[in-house]
């Protein structure tokens, strides 16, 4: 199957991807805010001064930011977990019923992550497979998965993750391994 070439059409149905997990991340918020109007994030994990912390991964120097509603709490499925935060939308991961995307890479990080971070147009801070999940979901464009368009990945996870939500993902993706569509 090969990749769109018209910039135009690429443009359009990102354009169309990120509406999609915009609107899912509204409706979201609001039916939270509406259902659960007291729900905040886990305070053994914010620092007011820093935003959330990550302690074992400092080397990254990626700053989290606090938001009073995040996305994901952590206590979710990792199922639901991977639904709620709009993952699925875009990506196929192994182990998630839903998660049938095209628009991003396949998540086995498990088997991917070391290639990507031997690739030499890896450019990031991670060293780790752990790390680089870390810093693909914080700061996206680190590093591009060749064949798949920059900036379709949303920018603001940071802001919507808690600690623990980002914790479970990265643990799950970690461990996924030998996956018959190479991402």
């Known amino acids: 199957m090969e990749k769109e070439t018209n910039p135009k059409a690429s443009l ?3 354009t169309w991807i990120i509406v999609v997990i915009v609107g899912v991340g509204i409706i979201w918020a609001l039916s939270n805010v509406v259902f659960h109007p007291t729900h905040s ?5 914010i620092d007011s001064e820093k935003g959330l912390s990550l302690k074992d991964h400092s080397s990254l120097k990626v700053p989290l930011s606090v ?8 206590d979710e499925s990792i199922e639901k977990l991977f639904i709620q935060s709009g993952c699925a939308v875009c990506h196929t991961i192994p182990g998630i019923e839903a998660a049938k995307g095209r628009e991003g890479p396949l998540l086995v990080l498990g088997t991917n992550g070391p290639k990507r971070l031997a690739n030499p147009n890896y450019h990031g801070h991670a060293t780790t497979v752990k790390e680089y999940i870390i810093e ?12 798949y368009p920059d900036r379709v990945m949303p920018r603001w996870f940071g802001k919507k993750l808690s600690a623990r939500a980002l914790d479970t993902i990265v643990t799950y993706l970690e461990t996924l391994t030998n996956y018959p569509r190479e991402g």
Do not use: H, Q, Y
């Open 12 to 14: 359009e149905r990102e």
């Open 41 to 45: 994030p886990p305070s053994s994990s």
């Open 67 to 74: 938001n009073p509603t995040p996305l994901d709490t952590g």
């Open 136 to 147: 693909s979901i914080l700061k996206p464009g680190a590093f591009v998965v060749p064949g």
